[in-house]
């Protein structure tokens, strides 16, 4: 298989603070494959990802975090998966594999040669029971297992020294049960979805640069939002850090908000505290795994504008940013994105592209999100119409995933 017939996405781990652990990597098939290849698209996509690794390295996808790579029993006994580094990386046996002798012998292997093994989708009465000893790491499906046979299997693992990933967890429910339960680690966009509260209400720091971002949309004057950053003296001491920083290789020093606002252009600083709006603060424990995913969106979303228009775009290019950015807005904060958005002056394209994902925005952001599922089928209509290769959209990610990792310093 080529490599412009696999799409290669990752989904994050978190741990028991709801810190990015580690990230499941992703791929699948692209829908013009032959059946042929299809039916062998695991080991060949594996493969894929291996030579991508070897390329770009580790860091570019992963950051600092352990990737939990899919194998068949054909790739785990492949000599290929050794150019992956140790250090980084968990072998993860998919539950098609049989627990034989070989395989056992192999797992084993593996760990003495200091990689970590984790085994799949486990269930109750799982036939893999014989491995559970060879490996690291057991991820059981909660949709696979009964909520009375949950307990019994996390007790019985329990007394087997291996870590436990809880996988499919899909709402805050979810997740607390599987924390009161001991499992160390948790798989699925549960971070993501919002949990609305009646009267919630906004930590200063946020509303502050709310209000920053809804003064920006409507253009209202420098002063006026040099005022409002004195609300907040954190606020505008970071931005004087910023705009003095090595990076913007400036000569004299600014000393004032006002002109650094000027300096910085309102394009650049409604970017800035979008980025903020996530990063700042520890009122929400899940801003880290929510700045990851939202700043993967608008950078992804930003060079798919590039990507489909011939000629450059930089406020195009903006819109996407930002779309990408507000689209998990509304579980950072847990209040309903209609209002939020109701209370900020955003551009007609920007306000439909989030509530009804309708326009190209739309589109862009749907791409997006499908690469957060892996949803091929949305994938491959969506690159259509906007005439983007897979092999693009790879580029694109791995770009986006590399500007990621330098976000801390760029939004303390």
């Avoid at 080991?43 to 899919?70: P, Q």
């Avoid at 000569?251 to 903020?276: D, F, I, M, N, P």
């Amino acid at each position: 298989m080529s490599r412009d017939q696999v799409f290669i996405g990752r989904q994050p781990i978190l741990d028991r603070q709801r810190r990015i652990a580690a990230y499941e990597l992703l791929f699948r098939a692209s829908a013009e494959a032959s059946s042929a290849v299809i039916d062998d698209f695991r080991t060949a996509a594996a493969r894929v990802i291996v030579n991508t690794f070897a390329s770009v390295g580790m860091k570019s996808v992963l950051g600092g975090a352990d990737g939990f790579l899919n194998l068949t029993e054909e790739m785990l006994h492949d000599e290929s998966i050794l150019a992956l580094p140790a250090e980084h990386v968990v072998l993860e046996v998919l539950e098609t594999v049989e627990p034989t002798p070989a395989v056992a012998a192999r797992c084993r292997q593996l760990r003495e040669l200091g990689y970590r093994i984790a085994l799949d989708d486990f269930v109750w009465k799982d036939p893999r029971e014989s491995l559970v000893d060879t490996v690291d790491c057991v991820k059981i499906d909660l949709l696979a297992v009964s909520k009375s046979d949950l307990p019994r299997l996390v007790s019985r693992l329990r007394r087997r020294s291996v870590t436990l990933l809880a996988e499919k967890v899909e709402d805050e429910a979810m997740y607390e049960r599987c924390r009161a339960l001991g499992f160390d680690l948790y798989q699925g966009y549960f971070f993501a979805r919002p949990t609305i509260v009646s009267g919630q209400t906004l930590d200063p720091a946020r509303a502050v640069v709310l209000r920053l971002l809804q003064q920006l949309s409507a253009e209202v004057e420098v002063d006026e939002i040099a005022d409002t950053f004195k609300q907040n003296a954190d606020l505008g001491v970071n931005l004087l850090h910023l705009v003095n920083s090595a990076a913007m290789g400036r000569r004299h020093k600014v000393g004032s908000v006002v002109e650094a606002v000027a300096y910085l252009g309102r394009r650049q600083l409604r970017r800035w505290l979008t980025l903020l709006l996530f990063a700042g603060g520890d009122a929400q424990a899940s801003a880290s795994a929510l700045l990851q995913t939202a700043a993967v969106r608008g950078r992804l979303m930003e060079s798919i504008v590039d990507l489909a228009h011939e000629a450059p775009d930089a406020d195009r290019r903006d819109r996407a940013f930002l779309v990408g950015m507000l689209s998990l807005v509304d579980a950072l904060l847990n209040i309903p994105r209609e209002q939020l958005l109701g209370e900020m002056s955003l551009e007609d394209e920007i306000r439909d592209a989030l509530l009804s994902g309708s326009g190209e925005l739309g589109d862009y952001l749907a791409i997006a999100e499908a690469v957060e599922r892996m949803d091929v089928a949305s994938l491959v209509k969506l690159l259509d119409r906007h005439e983007v290769t897979v092999d693009e959209l790879r580029t694109a990610q791995l770009d986006a995933y590399e500007w990621v990792q330098d976000l801390g310093s760029e939004a303390a």
